[in-house]
């Protein structure tokens, strides 16, 4: 039995004639390929919550290739926070330090060096894999379209190997077969009923085009996988972005208060775990952070090298300034300021500023 499986293609925000058409040029190769559903959204980062885009996104219940224009942990904890979760989907399309990211996950498992409880531990991920790929690595469609090629096959020989190991095991593991055999984004939020599934026929690709009016948006999104729920986001924000849920896990929970292109409290999250993915600086937008393993000082990655400040003096800087422009009092450094950014400050200069210098030219 062969397995479709659904490709998102999100739109760049700007149109430019040069995007637009690298898009197309994979949707149009992508419409030729069976077992393939294509489905055009509006740039995923602002999609509204209850729009149609959302609504599409969370009607796909098997595996899905998402390409976007943002970092690949940008668009995966975007898509996360509206609700649309899988497990992850390892691609051959990598930013250039991607790598390096797994690696140090790699050391660091291997070291034991990280053991602290991450929100993620005790989520519930639903049985499907998202593959998210950053349209900004290649100028050309073929690499995309090669690499969903790759992945469609791998999504259909999990099943040929699923019915082999039925075969081969004797009496299947029933349910567990079946919910492998048809993965679902069970755990989406339930506040929505999913539209219609996609269209589904036995060749070519189905195409849907969401056309969604869409402003430009501005929120953060938290990374789950490290975010240690120690609230100082929520002590940091005076603008009341951040919120809890009901078993206290925090979230962001009114993303519009969130003021335009402040960045501030991803400077001071002590584990880099918020996400501003259409921020210039690419650690704050979600590229890979190479710098842990280095145990290199983070408060300066994540500050602002072109005011020579350290993220703690960006940070107030940036909320006073937004404080003051929505006509409320500045409270510079007096309120929520995490303490983590201190206790790691002084460490080698050389190797800081190499690191500054390769995610620049990145
Ligand atoms: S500051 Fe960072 S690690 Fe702490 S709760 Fe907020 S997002 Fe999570
Ligand atoms: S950037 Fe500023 S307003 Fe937005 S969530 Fe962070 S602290 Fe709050």
Not at 43 to 51: C, N, T, V
Request: proline share 6%; aromatic share 4%.
């Amino acid at each position: 039995m062969a397995k479709r499986i659904a490709v998102v293609v999100s739109q760049g925000q700007s149109a430019a004639p040069a995007k637009r058409q690298l898009e197309e040029d994979i949707v149009a190769a992508l419409l030729m390929e069976p077992g393939i559903d294509v489905v055009v959204v509006p740039h995923l980062y602002d999609l509204k919550a209850d729009g149609t885009g959302i609504l599409a996104l969370r009607g796909i219940m098997g595996n899905m290739i998402v390409l976007s224009w943002l970092y690949e942990r940008g668009a995966r904890w975007t898509l996360d926070r509206a609700g649309i979760r899988g497990k992850e989907g390892l691609t051959t399309i990598k930013a250039a330090d991607d790598e390096d990211e797994e690696e140090e996950n790699e050391d660091n498992e291997e070291q034991g060096v990280d053991d602290k409880e991450r929100v993620n531990d005790s989520r519930e991920i639903p049985n499907r894999k998202i593959y998210c790929l950053d349209l900004r690595v290649h100028s050309a469609a073929q690499p995309y379209i090669d690499e969903v090629k790759r992945i469609a096959r791998e999504n259909s020989m999990q099943l040929v190997s699923l019915g082999i190991g039925m075969e081969l095991g004797g009496r299947p593991k029933t349910e567990q077969l079946a919910r492998l055999a048809q993965p679902t984004n069970d755990t989406a939020l339930p506040l929505h009923p999913h539209p219609s599934p996609l269209p589904k026929g036995e060749g070519a690709a189905a195409l849907t085009r969401i056309d969604e009016e869409l402003g430009r948006r501005w929120y953060p999104v938290i990374d789950y996988s490290r975010c240690t729920n120690c609230m100082e986001c929520i002590d940091f924000c005076l603008f009341g972005v951040y919120g809890v849920d009901k078993v206290e896990t925090i979230l962001v929970e009114q993303p519009d208060n969130c003021r335009k292109g402040c960045p501030a409290c991803s400077r001071v999250c002590p584990e880099n775990a918020i996400i501003f993915p259409q921020h210039k600086t690419p650690t704050i937008a979600g590229a890979s952070i190479v710098a842990e393993s280095l145990k290199i000082d983070l408060s300066k990655l994540f500050g602002a090298p072109e005011t020579g400040e350290t993220a703690e003096q960006a940070a107030v800087r940036e909320r006073d300034e937004q404080l003051v422009l929505a006509g409320r009092e500045a409270v510079g450094a007096s309120v929520g300021l995490p303490k983590r950014h201190e206790a790691k400050s002084a460490e080698p200069k050389d190797e800081l500023d190499s690191l500054i210098d390769a995610l620049d030219k990145f």
